[in-house]
């Protein structure tokens, strides 16, 4: 998608458009549409900004408590490609995501190694969880350092509040420079 519909707009778009719209801000995940299908669709819904409806998607998922809706969040969570690594399903990497993460690709073998092991450690201490951040240019070194002082916390509620913030940054983000080219 190379740019979003007016939010005004939004609720009269077809399904495939909204779903299209959700898999451009945030990642592919059919928890992520399920969930948030309907509040897209809500004719009486209406935002500000595109800012206020990710903040409203945010809402949702946080909102997801029981064991059941647990399965659901980490499906939605774990829609984020691992940093630093080539996805195992390349189609399922948005091109936004891999701009986003171009420069942590790049560089010594040693670092990119290390921040392979950093997502095991980060997954086998987590279950369940993907560790997502909000890149914004910073360098392979500083997300380490991130993810080593989020593991250090282990604090599981603390990380999926963490995450969910980091895909709403990340998706506003996104939502900023695709209205920038309108």
Avoid at 97 to 110: C, H, P, R, V, Y
Avoid at 168 to 176: F, G, L, P
Wanted: glycine residues 4%.
């Amino acid at each position: 998608m190379t740019n979003l519909p007016s939010l005004a707009s939004l609720a009269s778009q077809s399904p495939e458009t909204q779903l299209r719209v959700l898999d451009t801000l945030f990642e592919p995940s059919p928890g992520l549409h399920q969930l948030t299908l309907p509040l897209l669709a809500d004719r009486h819904s209406q935002w500000p900004s595109y800012p206020a409806l990710i903040d409203a998607v945010g809402h949702r998922i946080s909102a997801l408590r029981s064991p059941a809706e647990r399965q659901v969040l980490f499906g939605i969570l774990g829609s984020h490609p691992r940093l630093g690594r080539a996805p195992t399903n390349p189609e399922h990497l948005s091109d936004l995501s891999k701009k986003e993460q171009a420069q942590l690709n790049t560089g010594a073998e040693e670092q990119a190694q290390k921040l392979l092991a950093l997502n095991a450690e980060y997954e086998a201490k987590f279950p369940g969880l993907r560790f997502v951040t909000f890149v914004n240019g910073r360098s392979r070194e500083v997300i380490m350092e991130e993810m080593r002082q989020r593991m250090d916390r282990a604090d599981m509620e603390l990380e999926i509040q963490e995450t969910i913030q980091a895909m709403c940054d990340i998706a506003k983000d996104r939502a900023r420079k695709l209205q920038s080219r309108i």
